[in-house]
């Protein structure tokens, strides 16, 4: 069984940073994908970024250039350092873990960002 915890979020000001984190349970960490997802009121879920197993990495378009995602195996631990945030990336930020054909998902963290 895998357990997800996210943490980071918070309120920030148009321009700003925030890191979020993604801390993971388990033993299979190492081989598996990460991915952060988001979900504003009244909207549906979308990836954000992900990164594979080997650190391959992917962004929506919409966060390319502001967003990276990173992961310490070590630590069992995901990140997405948010930087240049925009009132429209407001939303409850959700990590994502496949392995095996399963997927697991933390509780969600709110990011919220005024103008």
């Keep these: 069984q ?34 952060w997802y988001r979900q504003a009121p009244g909207k549906q879920r979308e990836l954000v970024a992900s990164i594979t ?3 391959s990495t992917n ?15 070590t630590k069992k631990t995901v990140y997405l350092q948010m930087n240049s945030l925009k009132p429209e990336d407001t939303a409850v930020y959700y990590c994502n873990l496949n392995i095996m054909m399963r997927t697991y998902w933390g509780q969600g963290t709110q990011v919220t960002v005024s103008s």
């Excluded at 390319?64 to 990173?70: L, N, Q, V």
């Design 2 to 35: 895998v357990h997800l915890v996210e943490s980071g979020g918070g309120l920030v000001q148009a321009g700003g940073s925030l890191r979020l984190s993604c801390a993971a349970s388990g033993s299979s960490f190492r081989i598996a994908d990460m991915a």
């Design 59 to 73: 962004y929506a378009d919409s966060v390319k250039g502001r967003f990276t995602i990173s992961r310490d195996n």
């Design 53 to 55: 197993n080997s650190a």
